[in-house]
């Protein structure tokens, strides 16, 4: 038996030492972010001579910075919504409906993420310099869709196939006229999934750099492509500020996240 | 009363009939229409369009894949993307799957707590993780002066700028697709077939090799396929954590639009790309995807 750990031996501990040394790279860049947005040196000397939240009170007086945080929170929300009603409605035809070529049809929702992003930008950006798209709030949220349609339709799809039936006839039977039905039965009985298809999609324009940089102009400037920006120039520790923020906000996110599923799974 | 009870028992299947219609199961293809509208013209059309421009631009001809193939510039970046995809791959399932086979065998609280730190470092901003690769691999950063503080190097290692950096910072990235398909497929062995080796006398060395390891082989295949084509394809570590000696694909195509505005050598790249993507998927589909099967 080489499933468990007590047969292994002495080479368990080889395999512990091993999955300390993982752990510890995953976490090092996580940890070393926030330990040097709090450092004082502009040249980022680590162990820094002080500490201070000076590249904080910098961000929060940068209206540039700000402007990109509003801009990707409005982007990012839009693209929730539009990519929850459209991936969750093709995932409904793709659950429910019986049609031929169904299976083709789930592929191609899925190309979006199969297709390298840098092919999808320069191809987006082409396109919307003819239609005059670039440099637009429309631009933005039509290059987030693409990729964030098929995790909408990935999780609806899950969600409907664990959901019985009989729970929409139950609710027939009873009287519920169609509507109500998918608001009162079904809505409720996906939720988890339909949450999961927010949350997926929330991150995926939030965090979407390739597309936002061909399509960014001057005055329209996500925050991933501040940060590229400001990248490619210098290694300002302000961008630690700002990483240290999108750690943090990822890290609710997941909670969020996992509150929604811990408290789904004992009904299951 | 007895009329009444007749007439209903008679009327009964008609009623539930009429109740039951509105709530038709078969929905058909229509929902589905807004979106593939929307990925037809924002996706299909604009990527067919490029497509078509690596033949059509400046003029209609194979010249811009005959630039590509011919330079010895871009036969570099072809072969760096390869062997960079290949190296991160490799290094990812050497490095991965210990730590997957061990998931498997912990606790569930342990097993719980890697799982979050794996999906923590998942989730986190991509230019956060790298900013703070290039910072932790500078020649000043920590990590040089902790190997040369320790007497392992005397002098600082070159660990970013050129393709080191890029596969250990590609590393990083892919590791959780690579720990997190393989931890499903180990968690689906049956334990009984190790059982069975160990009553038949096999050593733990043995049973890995023979049963273990054979066993969880489309699961290696698929987790190491789909990170070679996410990393054939990848665009901002490599940009910024390698070296302007050394580009990749991804790069290449970006900046022959973006700086020389080259639009046809570029949609040639981007084409050799995509079907590259698409054959390595397509693989991926036939023989190791378990939905499919």
Redesign the interface.
């Known amino acids: 038996m080489i499933l468990t750990r007590s047969k292994l031996g002495l080479f368990r501990y080889v395999l512990y030492g091993h999955a300390l040394l993982v752990t510890a790279f995953l976490l090092l860049p996580i940890v070393f972010i926030a330990l040097l947005s709090l450092g004082s040196s502009r040249w980022l000397a680590f162990p820094p001579p002080a500490w201070t939240f000076k590249w904080y009170e910098e961000l929060a007086s940068d209206p540039r910075w700000m402007e990109s945080l509003w801009l990707s929170l409005r982007l990012a929300l839009c693209v929730t919504i539009l990519s929850v009603l459209l991936g969750g409605a093709a995932a409904f035809a793709l659950a429910r409906g019986k049609f031929r070529g169904r299976r083709l049809l789930k592929a191609f929702f899925v190309s979006p993420m199969i297709a390298p992003v840098v092919i999808v930008a320069i191809a987006l950006y082409s396109f919307s310099l003819k239609m005059g798209l670039n440099g637009t709030f429309i631009g933005f949220v039509a290059g987030h869709l693409i990729v964030a349609v098929p995790f909408s339709v990935i999780c609806i799809v899950n969600s409907l196939r664990s959901f019985d039936l009989a729970l929409e006839q139950a609710a027939a039977i009873c009287g519920a006229g169609r509507l109500q039905t998918l608001r009162r039965v079904t809505i409720p009985c996906i939720a988890p999934g339909v949450m999961a298809a927010a949350i997926f999609s929330f991150l995926a324009s939030w965090d979407e750099v390739v597309i936002s940089i061909f399509m960014a102009s001057p005055q329209l400037q996500t925050l991933p492509v501040r940060m590229w920006t400001s990248l490619r120039m210098d290694l300002t520790p302000v961008i630690a500020a700002v990483s240290t923020l999108l750690v943090l906000a990822s890290m609710l996110l997941m909670v969020v996240l996992g509150l929604v599923f811990v408290r789904r799974s004992p009904k299951q | 009363m007895t009329d009444a009870s007749a007439g209903l028992t008679t009327s009964r299947p008609a009623r ?1 009939r009429r ?2 219609q ?2 038709r ?8 229409w ?3 509208a ?2 037809f013209v ?2 299909v ?3 067919g ?2 497509m078509l ?1 690596s033949v059509t631009d400046p003029h209609w001809g194979l010249q811009n894949f005959s630039d590509l193939l011919a330079t010895g510039t871009y036969a570099r970046v072809l072969f760096n993307t390869f062997l960079v995809a290949a190296t991160v791959t490799l290094v990812s399932l050497i ?1 991965g799957y ?2 997957a ?2 998931i ?3 606790p569930q609280r342990w097993q719980q707590l ?1 799982l ?6 998942m ?14 691999l ?1 020649r000043t ?2 990590i040089n002066r902790g190997l040369m503080a320790l007497g392992v190097i005397d002098q600082p290692l070159a660990l970013v700028n050129n393709l080191t950096g890029v596969v250990i910072g590609m590393t ?1 990235i892919m ?1 959780p697709f690579v720990i997190l398909p393989l931890r499903a497929t ?1 968690s689906s ?1 049956d ?1 009984s077939l ?2 069975a080796g ?1 009553i038949c006398g096999a050593s ?1 060395f043995r ?2 090799r023979s049963v ?1 390891l054979p066993l969880s082989l489309p699961g290696i295949g698929a987790a190491g396929l789909m990170v070679f ?1 996410m990393s ?5 570590t490599p940009a ?1 954590l390698g070296g302007t000696a050394n580009m990749m694909l ?1 790069e290449l ?2 900046q022959t ?2 700086s020389f505005l080259n ?1 046809g050598l ?2 040639a790249a ?1 084409l050799i ?2 079907c590259a ?2 054959v390595l ?1 397509a693989v991926h589909m036939r023989y190791l995807d378990e939905d499919a099967r």
């Open positions: 539930l109740i039951a509105p709530m199961t078969d929905s058909g293809a229509r929902p589905a807004p979106a593939i929307f990925l924002f996706f059309l604009p990527v369009a490029l421009r490095i210990p730590l086979w061990l498997v065998m912990l890697l979050a730190i794996l999906l923590m470092s989730w986190t901003s991509l230019l956060a993780r790298t900013y703070a690769w290039l910072v932790l500078q950063g920590i990083y590791l180990l062995i334990p190790m059982h160990a733990s049973l890995f273990l084509v054939l394809g990848y665009y901002i910024l991804a195509i970006a639009v973006q639009w570029g949609a981007a790309l995509l993507t698409l998927y």
